[in-house]
């Protein structure tokens, strides 16, 4: 039998069991009680994790998580790649390849984190090549504006279209060549937008802001471009619909503020020419034809016979002569004694004829022999000695003292000084022992000055063509027979040009009509109304040409061109009124018929600003980008005209847009692709 320790023992170990049951039976209770909420849509059970997604940087297409995008992990180039054929370079770093896309895959140069959506808040290479692919994507353009920056001299514009794939995109950039931003939405994103949203917002530090919103209630998107030079910018909106496929379709475009609209298209008054000093005469050849064989005019028995060598044109160089400038006169001469005794010359004395006629003793006559070249051995004419029956040749140099200042080289002193007559005439006289004398006569002519003209500038400035010229000027100096010129012409690509020619020579010139809104925004700005172009003027030993620009200080309108050329001896100012600021009104394209058949003949007629040979008349589809064949050219450059163009292969709707060379690329405020005018039509069977 148990004992009573035994029992106890057992009872204790009974009650430890139950209390383990009960622990149990609760634990079961609780689980039943779960499993049964979890049945009836309960406390939810602890999912286990997912897998964090795998993100694709669009700065330097690497793949990363976000939990570990750490700064410094990205490496992406921050500047843009540029160059052509033979090299690639990137503008941040230098690093360059010859092969393009090798060059795309060069490793960035710039750290920061890695981002998986494209974005405007700093510079990176991967942006622009996207835009770039986005922009070739382009099937339509439903609006495109620019509009000059006159503090920078660049152009800011904006494209809106559709692409290949039907989806709208808003690019902007800056010069016509670089892409600044984009954005693209297709149907369904731009259909769930319920609110206005801004999807373009630039800024930078020198006062650029472009801005591209969509406006949801109106439906239209709406671009503003505003440059640090203007305080409104240009504004314009385009509409948008969906078709019952829900395609998008362009709507009516807007313009809600232009700053070239306020400007006043009116003609200004200008000041009369004002040419002051004497003018140079190209002259005759006088050089032709001089007389070289006059006889010797003897007085006392004097047996020297003087004869002129060859019929040459006496030459004349500009020399120093106490302290003063001189005309100098050299005659080489045969002198013979035909007496049976030395002859002693004891005086040379030399004389020219004045425009009255009137012979004017020189201020200096010597006599020498040539030893080398021009190097002459100058006698003493005092007294030098001449043996019975000799022959030799001699020079003769007279000189006769001027005004003004000395020609800069020795083919320029070739001419005898503007002051004197034409032929000139002089004689010299010898006088011997015995007071007897043999006088020689000789002349000398110039040859034409070398001087610019008008037709020469149109031959070799504006193309061979008149009508290129637009303006010409001058001034003259008649101390050194030298002419300063200035034109402005239109060159090969009809662009408007000025150049400067300081005593006729000209290397550079300059691009007026890109200047022209920055010249008038700068005078405006500092409120002078005649505007000096110091960066154009050019002077030089006491001569200068300074150009102004005319300003209308009210609205900023350059209308205008001022030129001063002073020299020496003269002073010439001269004005240009430059042509109204072309419009969209001044371009007009029309077509007779607006509708025609497949290939069939399409009678078009144009009246433009102004025209060029390589000005184009070209098809599109509506709103294309990509042109049709049969492109016609202005060969005639008329602003003025008609073009027969042969109609498309195909039925739909076209239009005709006349390119203007001019405009190709350039900073106007109008279209920064170079078309002006457009007219559509249609195509039928």
């Known amino acids: 039998m148990a004992g009573k320790d035994d029992l106890s023992q057992i009872n204790k170990s009974l009650k430890e069991l139950r209390k383990g049951q009960l622990e149990i039976l609760l634990k079961l209770e609780d689980l039943d009680e779960r499993i049964s909420n979890l049945e009836d849509g309960g ?177 239209v998107i709406r671009v503003t471009l505003k440059p640090a030079s203007n305080e409104t910018g240009l504004v314009k909106q385009v509409g948008y619909r969906f078709d019952k496929t829900d395609q998008l379709h362009a709507g009516d475009i807007e313009c809600l503020s232009d700053p070239l609209a306020g400007k006043p298209n009116k003609v200004y008054d200008v000041p009369e020419d004002i040419q002051e000093g004497p003018e140079l005469e190209i002259g005759e050849d006088y050089s032709k034809d001089r007389k070289n064989d006059y006889e010797t005019e003897i007085t006392g028995n004097c047996p020297l016979k003087l004869q002129q060598v060859g019929n040459t044109d006496v030459t004349s160089t500009i020399q120093s002569f106490e302290g003063k400038w001189s005309n100098m006169f050299s005659c080489t001469t045969k002198v013979t004694n035909t007496g049976k005794e030395n002859i002693s010359v004891t005086d040379v004395t030399g004389y020219y004829k004045n425009k009255d006629g009137e012979w004017i003793k020189v201020d200096e006559a010597v006599v020498g022999k040539q030893i080398y070249q021009r190097n002459y051995e100058w006698f003493d004419t005092s007294n030098f000695w001449l043996p019975e029956g000799s022959t030799g040749s001699l020079l003769v140099r007279l000189a006769v003292k001027i005004e003004g200042t000395p020609p800069e080289s020795h083919y320029e002193g070739r001419w005898a000084h503007s002051s004197l007559p034409q032929p000139l005439h002089f004689k010299f006289t010898f006088t011997d022992q015995h007071n007897g004398t043999a006088t020689l006569q000789f002349e000398q002519g110039n040859k034409p000055l070398d001087l610019p003209t008008r037709e020469e500038r149109v031959k070799n400035w504006a193309g061979k063509d008149e009508d290129n010229m637009l303006f010409w000027t001058f001034a003259d100096d008649t101390s050194v027979n030298k002419r300063s010129d200035v034109a402005i012409y239109k060159d090969d690509k009809g662009s408007m040009c000025y150049r400067p020619a300081l005593f006729g020579s000209s290397s550079q010139y300059y691009y007026l009509e890109h200047s022209i809104n920055e010249f008038g925004y700068k005078a405006k700005k500092v409120g002078q109304s005649e505007y000096e172009l110091t960066d154009w003027k050019k002077e030089s030993k006491g001569s200068s040409i300074t150009p102004y620009a005319l300003v209308d200080l009210t609205s900023g309108t350059m209308f205008a061109v001022k030129v001063v050329i002073v020299t020496s001896t003269s002073k010439t100012t001269s004005y240009y009124p430059l042509p109204p600021v072309p419009s969209s009104d001044s371009n007009i394209l029309t077509i007779k018929d607006s509708k025609v058949a497949v290939k069939g003949d399409l009678y078009v007629s144009w009246q433009v600003y102004k025209a060029s040979k390589s000005d184009r008349l070209v098809i599109y589809p509506v709103n294309g980008k990509n042109s049709l064949s049969g492109a016609v050219t202005n060969k005639t450059k008329t602003t003025q005209g008609e073009a027969t163009l042969k109609g498309p292969d195909k039925p739909g709707e076209y239009e005709v847009r006349y390119y203007a060379a001019w405009l190709q690329g350039q900073i106007t405020g109008h279209r920064h692709d170079g078309y002006i005018a457009m007219a559509r039509f249609s195509v039928t069977v």
């Open 43 to 219: 406390l939810a059970a602890k999912k286990p994790l997912e897998p964090e997604p795998i993100l694709t940087c669009v700065q330097c297409s690497a793949e990363y998580e976000e939990s570990k995008n750490a700064e410094g992990s990205c490496h992406y180039h921050s500047g843009v790649l540029k160059g052509a054929g033979w090299s690639y370079k990137y503008t941040c770093c230098s690093k360059s390849s010859k092969d393009y896309n090798a060059a795309k895959t060069i490793a960035g140069c710039t750290k920061g984190k890695h981002c998986s959506q494209h974005h405007t808040k700093y510079q990176y290479s991967a942006y622009v090549f996207y835009m770039q692919d986005q922009s070739k994507k382009a099937k339509e353009v439903w609006m495109e504006m620019d509009i000059a920056d006159l503090v920078t001299e660049r152009c800011m514009w904006s494209e809106v279209g559709k692409t290949e794939e039907g989806n709208v995109f808003i690019l902007v950039g800056t010069s016509g060549i670089e892409y600044t931003g984009i954005t693209v939405y297709n149907p369904e994103q731009l259909k769930a937008l319920t609110e206005n949203t801004v999807c373009l917002n630039i800024e930078n530090e020198i006062g650029w802001h472009i801005r591209a919103e969509v406006l949801v209630k109106e439906q």
